[in-house]
């Protein structure tokens, strides 16, 4: 079967749990971390590199950009999403409820290959786009001084 936009094939299902298991392995190492990242909803995350930059995609439909916090402390970026639940009408009765609704906060370490300096952000039919350029490694200048 021919790969839509020129993608390679995928390894989403040996990556997921390879990230499954760091998490898992990063709350044992750190308590702190395992209630980083909770809420009621989740977010589907891809990550994926081009020769310039690393980028993370999070699937929020439905969800406003004014109701979306992306923040960042050195190389962690937090994301945080408030979807509000908006019944049709006062006197609605669910036969089927299947979509979530509620707070998300989700913790990503960024790796430092990463420049953290110009990090941004899009938003675009339900999905937030990281785009994390690439730092480059630079020569640093070692000056001599002098004896006292």
Known sequence: MPHSGGRKPSFAG????HLDEMRSLMRTLDPRLAAEDEGSLSAAMD???TDRDLVLEFDLPGIS?????????G????IQ?????????DQVRYLCLERHFGRLRRT????????PTHIHAEYSRGVLRIICPKGRE???????????
């Open 81 to 89: 999403v408030e979807k509000m639940s908006e019944p049709p009408c």
């Open 138 to 148: 630079r020569r640093i200048l070692i000056k001599e001084l002098a004896r006292e």
């Open 108 to 115: 990503v370490r960024l790796p430092d290959l990463v420049d």
């Open 65 to 73: 950009p004014e109701n979306i916090s992306l923040t960042q402390r």
């Open 47 to 49: 990550i994926y590199e």
């Open 75 to 78: 190389m962690v970026c937090v």
């Open 14 to 17: 040996q990556y997921n749990r």
